[in-house]
């Protein structure tokens, strides 16, 4: 079983937790998943069975979109509610203007010091190993965009709001940010990820379906590695590529029928005339012949992982 699912993640278990049910259910060959939930969150996690495993490393720079909560006049020790509460504050004379004044501040390219619970490494040892030590370490800021945060409502001292982000970026951070631009405290309160890359959590299924006894509805839902690349532009080639590609050999333009998409993209997936994913390449080289490169240099033979 090659390909991705989307699975809608239920609250109060890890991402790994998730796999385990996955493979107690289908047993695929081979199984990971892209992009971390906290068990507080709910929504898009995809998971990669079989030779789509190979290809995560070419989908981990994705944007990710979500719909959160924000709880304003507490601050947690994990900045979210599944942690303990070390500081508050009256959040009452807050208004919806001033939340929406300080969400703005956290628009575009930030500074953002990692959570200590979280998964980043620090000198070879997970930050909330740390963390559940009881120890604190200085974190250094990483750099991440927030593509945007919109305002949704507010209900007294819980704020609605949806954000879009790039790979490397905490929701609960920017909860507890926020909370702390306005003098109150803050901490997420709840997370569903609505999509991750093209992946949209309207496509996810139950991870209570992914059983044997399922397995027509599983693989009605799987998406084939080439889709799951969708992010990326296509080049379409004859036959013939296939076999040069399998020995390492670049393609140039005339193995290629096809181009579709982004040449300034780090990557493209090149696939066959029905669409099977045959590799991922790089481009390189100036155009030539209509195409908008020289060569397509091959990254991953997916023909030799079979």
């Known amino acids: ?29 081979k199984i990971g998943y892209l992009g971390t939930l906290d068990p507080i969150a709910t929504g898009v996690l995809v998971v990669a069975m079989g030779r789509a495993t190979k290809l995560i490393l070419f989908m981990e720079k994705q944007d990710k979109e979500y719909d959160a909560l924000l709880t304003l006049g507490a601050e947690t020790n994990t900045q979210d509610s599944e942690g303990e509460i070390v500081n508050q504050a009256d959040p009452s004379q807050i208004t919806e203007e001033q939340v929406k004044a300080s969400m703005a501040k956290f628009v575009g390219e930030i500074d953002q010091v990692p959570p200590m619970f979280s998964a980043k490494k620090q000198q070879g040892q997970r930050l909330y190993t740390l963390a559940r030590q009881g120890i604190t370490v200085e974190r250094p800021p990483v750099r991440v965009t927030i593509r945007s945060i919109d305002f949704i409502e507010k209900n007294g001292p819980v704020v609605r709001l949806t954000a879009t982000v790039s790979t490397g970026a ?14 109150v405290y803050g901490h997420l309160s709840g997370l569903v990820r609505l999509r991750s890359g093209i992946f949209r959590v309207q496509d996810a299924i139950a991870l209570d379906s992914v059983t044997s006894e399922n397995m027509d509805e599983v693989r009605k839902n799987l998406i084939s590695l ?21 020995d390492g050999i670049p393609l140039g333009v005339s193995d290629v029928i096809e181009f579709e998409g982004d040449a300034e993209s780090e990557y ?3 696939v066959s005339r029905d669409r099977e994913l045959i590799g991922v390449g790089n481009l390189d080289g100036p155009p030539m012949a209509g195409f908008p490169f020289t060569l397509i240099k091959p990254k991953r033979v997916m023909a030799n992982e079979k």
């Open 1 to 29: 079983m090659d390909g991705f699912l989307v699975i809608d993640k239920p609250g109060g278990i890890t991402s790994a937790e998730v796999i385990r049910v996955i493979k107690r259910g289908v047993r695929p060959k």
């Open 268 to 270: 493209v997936r090149i």
């Open 170 to 183: 905490y929701l609960r951070t920017i909860c507890h940010d926020i909370g702390n631009d306005l003098g």
């Open 226 to 246: 080439a889709d799951g690349l969708g992010h990326l532009p296509m080049a379409k080639v004859i036959p013939h590529a296939t076999e040069k590609l399998k």
